[in-house]
Nanobody, 123 residues
Framework: QVQLVQSGGGSVQAGGSLRLSCARSGHISEIKCMAWFRQTPGEEREGIAVFYAGQTYYIDSVKGRFTVSEDNAENTLYLQMNNLKPDDTAMYYC??????????????????WGQGTQVTVSP
């Protein structure tokens, strides 16, 4: 099994930055790819970035502002968020899977999820 523990959320003003962390433990060799999602109340969970083999795909709304990176020595995946906007306010989740990492969870169930961390951006 794999455990994902998140940290780094908080509140910032528009234009500010936050860095989210997702620490991995357990049977890490099972992981083939990872992804970052976010969700606001009453809305579906939205995939914003997929990380695989050192490469990342970002959705257009965060491209150029958000950056995914990893520290293999610490077994941690990061999401650096710059120039934050009020629309970025959401609960942010990291996820990992043994097979694939689609941006949509409508027809797929990820194997592992972090507990989520709140990001609030004030105007």
């Amino acid at each position: 099994q794999v455990q994902l523990v998140q940290s780094g959320g908080g509140s910032v003003q528009a234009g500010g930055s936050l860095r989210l962390s997702c620490a991995r433990s357990g049977h890490i060799s099972e992981i083939k790819c990872m992804a970052w999602f976010r969700q606001t109340p009453g809305e579906e969970r939205e995939g914003i970035a997929v990380f695989y083999a050192g490469q990342t795909y970002y959705i257009d709304s965060v491209k150029g502002r958000f950056t995914v990176s990893e520290d293999n020595a610490e077994n941690t995946l990061y999401l650096q968020m710059n120039n934050l906007k009020p629309d970025d306010t959401a609960m942010y989740y990291c996820a990992a899977d043994k097979v694939r990492c689609p941006l949509s969870i409508l027809l797929y169930e990820y194997n592992y999820w972090g507990q989520g961390t709140q990001v609030t951006v004030s105007p």
